[in-house]
């Protein structure tokens, strides 16, 4: 799949201010504020930028940590993964491959079989029920 490329207006436009700001600036939502927090409907979660599907609620956990957690991606390679040492630490961000929406950060604190964390903001989030 080729990356999709938009101008930052096209994004405003296409965008709430928040989802803006999560996908497009790498900001996090508060803890505990985003909807699929306590989301447990069956489907996939996509990307709110280009409805790339990124998770499946077969792999959705809750971790406590106050954003909804997946323990894999819905197919190898849908997220990429990027060193990220701001606010003084080192953590790895991830972003949709198809738009490079920032979405969150991996941690290898999940549970098995992948040991994996994806934490991921609900603004950076569209929910889809399999049909």
Not at 12 to 23: G, H, K, N
Not at 104 to 120: A, K, Q, S, V
């Amino acid at each position: 799949m080729s990356k999709l490329h938009k101008t930052d207006s096209q994004w405003r436009d296409l965008l709430s201010d928040d989802q803006y700001r999560v996908t497009r600036q790498s900001a996090t939502e508060p803890p505990f504020s985003g909807i699929y927090v306590d989301h447990n409907d069956r489907g996939n979660y996509h990307c709110i930028c280009c409805h790339q599907p990124l998770f499946s609620s077969n792999d959705k956990f809750d971790s406590g940590c106050g954003w909804p957690s997946f323990s894999s991606q819905v197919e190898h390679g849908v997220v990429t993964h990027h060193a990220d040492h701001s606010l003084g630490m080192d953590r790895t961000e991830v972003r949709c491959q198809h738009c490079d929406a920032h979405l969150g950060h991996i941690f290898d604190d999940g549970p098995e079989p992948t040991g994996l964390r994806y934490c991921i903001n609900s603004l950076a989030l569209n929910f889809d029920t399999k049909k």
